[in-house]
């Protein structure tokens, strides 16, 4: 019998501190009889549901190990539908957190998700160029529908008639007859790819967003009685090719392609007419991302790549004709003002008369994602999905000549802005703190929340102070800081290297640190206790003595120390790892391997092996005693 091999497995077990995923959109969630409240967002593989009033996370929906790329809410507001970068779809219940229904039919990531009016179909549009409805009462797929040549960005299912429509990045919207599974009619007219639409409450209207500045407004009109329509004007039979012949065909019998035309044209219009009746210029200058109507269809809001938000007026027919007499009213006044003779004044009916710019909204950071609701009549609230992990909420009042705007809450102390510099755990692992560009936090390992920010400008590392009273954070500008954990508190500011303090490490023994920079010297302190009134009266504080300083030919970009405190690891600008005896500082080894710097080292327990990790997306394990690579 063989010999077995103990080790230790690492599995993932949670993930904290991402409010929402920029890869996923946000929905808003009608949850406990109330309507602008609660708000879902994608966090990782995860869904969250916060409550935006207490900025609370209220429900988890936990999903495997795949991301979370859309989601949608059903139409009683009961299930979500979760869509993920691996092409599943699973249905949970808002009731019970739990998953009972997981649809498989796409290869790629899942694009877009749309409901019936019912509630009871599904489809979903994939990064696969295909959208496959789903029957969701028997849980199984209902067709699958072939015809775009890019990417799937939105889907809308028709609520008038059995229809569904679809847009993609091949510049083409499409509409789908689902009683014959087949795509009927094609809108052209974009010059890119078309990114999002959205249609009126009456269904009157299509809006749609492209790679460019404008929304093009289209005119669509059903057909009152579907099955009262006339037959076609020439009727097409499929015959055999083999039993037709030379002397079978005759001048009458052949029709040209522009009679073929005709007929495709005249069977679409039997079914719908849409047609493009204008366009509205917005003020941003890059894509649209995001379209939406709000359920009164009295507000239209879009963005773009940029951190505005902008919000348009829909008119009724009231309203429109209202204004159109306004219009006719001025001009007759300008032209009595003139001194013209009074002649008859006609003003045409122009799309700006029945949707014009009201206003934008500037958010804290670019949007990834936005969603529409109404709480009140004549008060609508827009939630914002940012890139840097945060989520708004704005509040709109349309009912003044110049809408208000106004932001109503910021959920974004529960996570970094910009990405995680570095980590470390405390000294008996109960918490851990993350550092960012703007802030390092302190986080509880078990409950996943945030203790405290530390306000600090550009940190690249820290380090626990053994004890975990106070911490260590090394900046950009090159200095060490050193903060209290209770209070939050800047106790001490140390200028240690002329460049950015790249790395910090502790010693074995505990009585000190050593860092490391760009300046090519690493820096050996020692810990001191000093008097200090600002911090306490009766009690000294942790403090930071330079001793000694070992300088060496390229820049340091990580350290470490092995446990039995005979070694020190540099990783160095020059792709290679050097290894140094502590006492004396001379050189043991130099490992070479990586073809880019190594970004971070470790050492095992036994101070046999060192790994050494780099961007060329390799970890290589090393050996202490001759250097060599042994994987």
């Not at 690249?460 to 260590?472: E, M, N, T, W, Y």
């Not at 090519?520 to 930071?544: M, P, T």
């Not at 073809?595 to 060329?616: A, F, K, M, N």
């Amino acid at each position: 019998m063989g010999i077995t091999k103990q080790y230790l497995r690492y599995l993932s077990v949670a993930q904290f501190g991402v409010l929402g995923s920029a890869r996923c959109n946000v929905e808003y969630l009608s949850m406990r009889n109330t309507q602008g409240r609660y708000v879902a967002a994608a966090a990782c593989e995860n869904v969250c549901v916060w409550d935006m009033r207490t900025l609370q996370l209220v429900l988890l929906l936990q999903g495997d190990n795949q991301e979370v790329t859309c989601i949608k809410s059903s139409p009683n507001s009961q299930h979500l539908a979760v869509g993920y970068v691996d092409g599943t779809i699973r249905i949970f219940s808002l009731v019970t957190a739990e998953s009972d229904v997981t649809f498989s039919g796409h290869r790629t990531a899942i694009s877009c998700l749309a409901f019936d009016k019912a509630g009871m179909k599904l489809a979903s549009g994939s990064h696969d160029t295909e959208v496959v409805v789903w029957d969701l009462v028997n849980e199984s797929g209902l067709y699958r529908l072939k015809g775009h040549k890019g990417i799937i960005t939105d889907c809308y299912f028709v609520k008038q008639r059995n229809m569904l429509i679809t847009s993609s990045k091949d510049t083409y919207v499409k509409w789908w007859d689902l009683d014959t599974q087949h795509c009927f009619k094609t809108m052209v007219g974009h010059r890119s790819e078309v990114w999002s639409f959205c249609l009126t409450p009456d269904e009157r209207r299509i809006i749609t967003g492209s790679g460019d500045s404008e929304l093009r407004i289209w005119s669509v009109e059903f057909i009152a009685n579907k099955d009262s329509m006339e037959a076609p004007l020439v009727k097409l039979q499929k015959t055999k090719l083999d039993d037709v012949t030379s002397d079978d065909v005759t001048s009458d019998d052949v029709i040209s392609d522009d009679v073929m035309q005709g007929i495709e044209d005249d069977l679409e219009e039997r079914l719908v007419s849409c047609i493009k009746v204008g366009s509205v210029m917005r003020k941003g200058r890059d894509r649209v991302v995001t379209l939406k109507v709000s359920k009164d269809g009295r507000l239209l809001t879009c963005h773009g790549n940029d951190k505005m938000v902008e919000f348009f007026r829909i008119f009724d027919e009231a309203e429109v004709a209202l204004r159109i007499k306004k219009k006719l009213k001025r001009a007759k006044k300008k032209q009595k003002n003139e001194g013209q003779e009074e002649n008859d004044i006609t003003i045409e009916r122009s799309i700006e008369d029945e949707i014009s710019h009201v206003g934008s909204f500037t958010c804290a950071g670019k949007l990834s994602s936005l969603d529409l609701t109404a709480p009140t009549p004549n008060t609508y609230n827009t939630v914002a999905l940012l890139r840097n992990n945060q989520i708004e909420t704005v509040s709109t009042i349309s009912l003044l000549s110049q809408p208000e705007y106004s932001s109503l809450k910021r959920l974004s102390q529960l996570g970094h802005r910009t990405d995680t510099k570095s980590i470390c755990f405390t000294m008996d692992g109960m918490a851990l703190l993350t550092t960012s560009s703007e802030s390092a936090k302190l986080w509880n390992r078990s409950s996943h929340q945030c203790i405290r920010t530390l306000k600090c400008s550009h940190p690249k590392c820290c380090l626990f102070v053994p004890g975990d009273r106070q911490v260590i954070l090394g900046t950009q500008e090159g200095a060490l800081e050193l903060h209290d954990v209770a209070s939050g508190t800047l106790l001490e500011t140390i200028q240690a290297h002329e460049g950015a303090v790249s790395c910090v490490a502790l010693f074995p023994n505990k009585r000190g640190i050593v860092s490391g920079g760009p300046d090519k010297k690493i820096k050996f302190w020692e810990f001191d206790l000093i008097s200090d009134e600002n911090y306490s009266v009766s009690s000294k504080r942790v403090s930071l003595t330079h001793t000694r300083t070992f300088e060496l030919d390229d820049q340091i970009l990580d350290v470490e120390f092995t446990p039995n405190n005979r070694f020190i690891a540099a990783s160095l600008l020059d792709c290679s790892v050097k290894i140094f005896y502590v006492d004396s500082l001379k050189f043991f080894l130099s490992l070479y391997g990586h073809s880019l710097p190594p970004s971070c080292v470790s050492i095992s327990s036994d101070s046999t092996l060192i790994v050494s990790g780099s961007p060329d997306r390799n970890v290589k394990i090393w050996g202490l005693d001759f250097g060599d690579c042994h994987r």
